[in-house]
């Protein structure tokens, strides 16, 4: 037997750093899980353009379509602001999700207990909320053509197309289906079929899945303005929301901000299954590459640790040991371990990245 393969594209800015924490937790599963990955490494964003000119380099990519997952740190940096749009380093990450179709983007907003009282929201919005957003990922209005800039008359005109097919309506629908199976059972999708053609459509084939293939789940429609109030309103009614690739970036960063911190929020993209079974699959944390922090130890490595977390559930079918180590994130909160995006002023000496890490490791450690 072959261990599974791990390519890691920690990328720009705090990237890197937090990498470096989830390191340590894949060699504790080697050490004492028996859990050994083959682990490469690759450049991936400006980190890549500084070598090779692009963002995401042919040979990366077919890495990437090779490897049972991918673990991305972040992307993007103001060294890169003024670089054609062709090569910038979102690029990078638009190209990996693409090429690999990943099209189910799963982005969990967990309130965990003990930062309940750093959300904008009053803790009894938020204690105990634990929403699924599904969001597409390689559809809408991000690759949709015509695009561009260009002139008409004596101005200019930019230009972008939201364009959805039938199937990859379907297909992404399928996916919050079944992760409603595994959780409350209910989905809620979201889509703006007041005003758009295509949000018709996204109604119309989510309703059609819903009643041919998954008439036990608990289906709801929702115009996605109306999504946004009542996420921030009463956010614990939803389970699981589906919608496109633009209303989910939206959605989903004013659901990370319930939970109190973007550093804690992990997040995975998955595709279609490979000949071995699992689906393709890139694993990312939902922060960016914070350049104003990148470098000084302060970064919360905790996203990027929960996302190897989701690739042990959804990539290697060890749901026991992802559940270790969200049980070990969510005891070193509980004890007080605090990068100094949560903590609030007055609280002391925060944590820094690296010992963050290390204290995820002793409670991974005590939790044999
Ligand atoms: C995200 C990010 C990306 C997106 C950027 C970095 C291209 O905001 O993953 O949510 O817009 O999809
Ligand atoms: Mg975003």
Redesign the pocket.
Same mark, same amino acid.
């Given at each position: 037997m072959t261990n599974p393969s791990l390519l890691i594209l920690a990328g720009d800015g705090i990237g890197p750093e937090v990498m470096t924490e989830v390191r340590k937790v894949i060699a504790w599963l080697g050490d004492k899980r028996d859990l050994t990955f083959d682990v490469t490494e690759d450049l991936v964003g400006g980190a890549a353009y500084d070598v090779h000119g692009t963002p995401l380099a042919d040979e990366t990519l077919e890495k990437a379509q090779a490897a049972d997952a991918v673990l991305l740190g972040a992307? %993007?940096g103001p060294k890169y602001d003024t670089l054609d749009f062709s090569v910038k380093p979102?690029r990078g &990450? &638009?190209k990996l999700r693409k090429e690999m179709d990943l099209f189910a983007n799963l982005r969990p907003a967990q309130c965990f207990d003990a930062l309940a009282d750093f959300s904008s929201l009053k803790r009894d919005v938020v204690a105990g909320l634990d929403v699924m957003i599904v969001r597409e990922l390689t559809s809408g209005i991000y690759f949709g053509e015509p695009r561009g800039i260009t002139t008409e008359g004596n101005e200019r005109v930019g230009i972008n197309t939201q364009r959805y097919t039938e199937s990859e309506i379907d297909r992404v629908a399928r996916s919050a289906f079944e992760l409603a199976r595994r959780r409350d059972n209910k989905v809620c999708s979201m889509e703006k079929a007041n005003v758009m053609e295509s949000g018709i459509l996204w109604r119309e084939v989510v309703q059609e899945v819903h009643d041919k293939d998954y008439p036990d789940v608990e289906l709801s429609h929702m115009y996605a303005d109306a999504g946004a109030m009542q996420l921030v309103r009463a956010p614990k009614q939803f389970d699981v929301i589906v919608t496109d690739n633009l209303f989910g970036?939206l959605l989903?960063d004013a659901a990370a901000m319930l939970t109190g911190s973007l550093g804690m929020l992990p997040s995975a993209s998955l595709g279609a299954p490979m000949e071995n079974g699992r689906p393709k699959a890139l694993y990312e944390p939902v922060h %960016?590459s914070a350049p104003d922090i990148a470098g000084e130890g302060k970064a919360n490595p905790c996203a990027c640790i929960l996302s190897l977390a989701m690739a042990l559930r959804y990539s290697f079918d060890e749901g026991d040991e992802a559940t270790r180590i969200e049980t070990a994130v969510e005891k070193v909160l509980a004890d007080g371990v605090r990068t100094a995006d949560l903590m609030q002023s007055g609280d002391g000496t925060p944590a820094t990245t690296s010992e963050m890490g290390d204290a995820v490791i002793a409670a991974l450690e005590a939790s044999l």
């Open positions: 992307v %993007g979102e &990450l &638009l970036d989903s %960016g």
